[in-house]
């Protein structure tokens, strides 16, 4: 079956680690996008990736990498210079950027302790 | 940046009647989008309505666009108890980003 695939689904950090959220998507979509959700904010949107090897912030960068060396896949990278890591991360894809509807993963919980 | 806000903020409804919620946004749009959140899960995508378009239907969804005002409402008939969920509506503004607003929860009691 395609669709994206995120894991861990619950991640614990201590303070000061940098950890590596997965997104893996099977779909053959181009366009693949980083979401944090927080209680009663909705989403935001941390970085997107309209082709394998680049990618742009988008408005909560700070405090996050990505990378997209594979178009199947686009790693997020929670890094100690994040204040309040502590959220629901939402991957996503879509065939060409913004000209449809987005596919979701199940989402990964951290939390740190 | 939010551009989609939702109204009202949480809904609770009788099984078998119609759920309503309404999406104001700010700038001109390209498209609008509504997702269902079910609890601890990713989105699941509903329906797409155009800036060309007023209304559309997907089975027990009814979505409405009014660009004059800048708002869209979902309709959702006839409710079951699987309707209960979280709604989003998200805008696309023409820079290839999605904007979601903080949603709507949807209580279905039985």
């Known amino acids: 079956d395609g669709g994206i695939t995120q894991s861990p689904k619950y991640l614990f950090r201590k303070e000061g680690q940098n950890v590596t959220l997965s997104c893996e998507q099977n779909?053959?979509?181009?366009?693949m996008y980083w979401y944090r959700q927080d209680p009663g904010q909705g989403l935001r949107l941390i970085y997107y990736?309209?082709?394998?090897?680049?990618?742009q912030k988008g408005d909560i960068a700070e405090g996050y990498s990505v990378s997209r060396e594979k178009k199947e896949s686009f790693p997020l990278t929670v890094t100690s210079a994040q204040k309040n890591p502590t959220a629901f991360y939402l991957c996503a894809s879509t065939a060409a950027a913004m000209t449809g509807e987005l596919f979701f993963g199940e989402g990964s919980r951290l939390t740190v302790l | 940046s939010q551009q989609g806000e939702e109204d009202p903020q949480a809904l609770s409804i009788q099984e078998g009647e119609n759920a309503t919620m309404n999406c104001s946004y700010k700038?001109?749009?390209?498209?609008l989008q509504w997702y269902r959140q079910n609890s601890g899960r990713g989105l699941v995508h509903l329906i797409l309505?155009?800036?060309?378009?007023r209304e559309k239907h997907s089975g027990r969804l009814r979505v409405t666009l009014d660009t004059s005002k800048k708002s869209s409402s979902l309709l959702i008939t006839a409710s079951r108890a699987a309707d209960t969920a979280s709604y989003f509506c998200a805008t696309e503004r023409g820079d290839y980003k999605l904007s979601f607003g903080a949603g709507t929860t949807v209580t279905v009691r039985a």
């Open positions: 779909l053959n979509h181009d366009a």
């Open positions: 700038t001109s749009i390209n498209n």
């Open positions: 309505i155009r800036s060309n378009e």
């Open positions: 990736s309209q082709i394998v090897n680049d990618f």
